[in-house]
């Protein structure tokens, strides 16, 4: 269900979805001190990115760094 949604909002990017390119631009665009909003139109993190291959993404996870992998 899609309810429409009114805001009045400004940002300097505005980057559509929170899979994992959409969050990459995002921390970077953010980090670089940008005002960033992110949409997303699935009710979870991640969109689409977050069930792939019926996994899980999480990065930096604390597998990963026993494993010693920087995150």
Known sequence: MHLPI????????????SGS??????LRA???GFST???ERSNMVGGTTALSAA???V???H???AAGLDG
Request: glycine residues 10%; hydrophobic residues 60%; aromatic residues 4%.
């Open 21 to 26: 390119a959409g969050l990459v631009a995002a």
């Open 37 to 39: 909003i992110i949409l």
């Open 63 to 65: 597998v990963a760094a």
């Open 6 to 17: 009114e805001a009045e909002e400004t940002c300097d990017v505005l980057v559509a979805g």
């Open 59 to 61: 990065p930096a996870n």
């Open 30 to 32: 953010s980090s670089t």
């Open 55 to 57: 996994g899980i993404w």
